[in-house]
């Protein structure tokens, strides 16, 4: 039988979300029913919210989360009821060209629920992301359930689903950030946070993050940045050369998905660096004119990442480990608890730059 449960519905471009009822369908084969504890709110969700991903409205938005298997298809044996599981949006089919060719993490063809979860008019709802987990209970792929520890706590596990994962995965895995690297972070949100995280993980020794919020530079401060920039008043570029020895940084991120920050992180890296773009920009953005000499000249390797180039199933366990054992401080990123009557403050408060990640509780 159908469940009727609460969901964030986002129905027209730049409308206000509203909380609304959700028809949840018993989960069908290669599916699975997961009982949403928690759910961060991510920029992504908003650029849904305002038309900048697809035209698909209506949307159900969330897809930072962590709960519970509630009930499985009669195929699934990869997770059972009761099951602590982080949600992802990369179940590799292990079948297209890409996972054919050993490159699991680009896989073409990522599994999602086949059924629709719907209004209780019947219009069907586009998940964010193939998630929408800012609801009591949601309907994804068996492998979009990827079990991790239970000892984690919701709020935390549950933000490795998106922003947290693109942004350590962005230097650990897109930048192959490695011991005595000098790494620079343009953007401080959840993601740019996640990558400082990622690179100090990695031995990188200069970790230099930039924002224009004082806010986001102390916060990076605090989880081990090296130097920070403030860009609303410094000429990040030129900052980022005296401190690298009038080199550059040899993995810049972009995490914020703008094209002049793009030309920055192009320009402030050392040569044969590498630049990764992780923030996502809208379609009306195109490339900085970057003349193809310095393209050349400069070497090395611009590199966008897709979800930090990561693969659930191997990463989400080690994060919680670490998360577990005192070494990546997921904590840092729970900003504050909120319900689900709360998303569009939420949003609100991203924009106004005071939060790393406000998680809706449920
Ligand atoms: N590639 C992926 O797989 C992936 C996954 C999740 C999110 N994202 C994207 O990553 C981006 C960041 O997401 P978030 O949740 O951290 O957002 P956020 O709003 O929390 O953070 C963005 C940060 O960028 C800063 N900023 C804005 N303009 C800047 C500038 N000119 N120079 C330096 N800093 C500037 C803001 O002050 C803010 O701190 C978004 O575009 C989001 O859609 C990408
Ligand atoms: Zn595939
Ligand atoms: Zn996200």
Avoid at 169 to 196: E, K, L, Q
Avoid at 273 to 294: H, L, R, Y
Wanted: hydrophobic share 40%; glycine share 12%.
């Amino acid at each position: 039988m159908a469940q009727t449960v609460r969901g964030v519905v986002a129905t027209g471009p730049g409308e206000a979300v509203t909380v609304t009822d959700v028809v949840v369908p018993d989960p069908g084969p290669g599916e699975v029913l997961v009982a949403v504890e928690a759910c961060g709110v991510c920029h992504t969700d908003l650029h849904y919210r305002e038309g900048g991903i697809t035209d698909d409205f209506p949307f159900l938005l969330g897809h930072e989360a962590a709960g519970r298997i509630e009930a499985v298809g009669p195929d699934v044996t990869s997770v059972s009821p009761g099951d602590f599981v982080v949600l992802n949006w990369r179940a590799v089919c292990g079948t297209c060209r890409s996972c054919r060719r050993g490159r699991p993490q680009y896989c073409f063809a990522t599994h999602n629920a086949t059924q629709k979860m719907t209004l209780t008019d019947g219009t069907e709802l586009t998940p964010a992301l193939g998630i929408g987990a800012f609801a009591d209970k949601t309907l994804v792929a068996a492998g979009q359930a990827t079990r991790v520890d239970p000892a984690a706590r919701p709020e935390a596990a549950g933000l490795l689903g998106c922003g947290v994962m693109a942004g350590y995965g962005a230097a650990v895995h897109t930048g192959g950030v490695g011991p005595g690297d000098s790494v620079a972070v343009f953007g401080c949100g959840g993601v740019g946070a996640a990558a400082v995280a990622g690179a100090l993980n990695a031995g990188a020794t200069t970790v230099i993050a930039v924002d224009l919020d004082a806010r986001k530079l102390e916060w990076a401060r605090a989880q081990g940045a090296t130097h920070t920039v403030d860009a609303s008043n410094e000429d990040p570029v030129a900052r980022i050369r005296e401190i690298t020895d009038g080199h550059g940084a040899d993995v810049c991120i972009e995490a914020v998905g703008r094209p002049e920050v793009l030309e920055q992180a192009f320009y402030a890296r050392d040569l044969a660096g590498t630049v990764v773009q992780v923030g996502v920009p809208t379609p009306d953005m195109a490339m900085p004119d970057i003349p193809m000499i310095e393209f050349f000249g400069r070497g090395g390797a611009l590199k966008p990442s897709w979800y930090g180039d990561c693969l659930p199933e191997r990463d989400f366990p080690t994060l919680v480990d670490l998360y577990l054992a005192g070494r990546f401080d997921l904590d840092h990123f729970v900003s504050e608890t909120i319900t689900l009557d709360e998303v569009e403050e939420a949003f609100a408060r991203m924009q106004r730059g005071e939060v790393l990640r406000s998680v809706v509780v449920l």
